[in-house]
């Protein structure tokens, strides 16, 4: 179960940065790239 405890805190971190963006009301995906890398 801890084995994926990396990957699914970096999907819920995508998950919120996208949140957030729509509040903010940039276009989705803008900071995406500097999470991914």
Do not use: C, F, Q, T
């Amino acid at each position: 179960m801890y084995a994926d405890l990396p990957y699914a805190l970096k999907y819920w971190n995508i998950l919120y940065i996208l949140d957030r963006e729509a509040r903010e009301g940039r276009p989705l995906g803008s900071s995406l790239p500097h999470v991914i890398v």
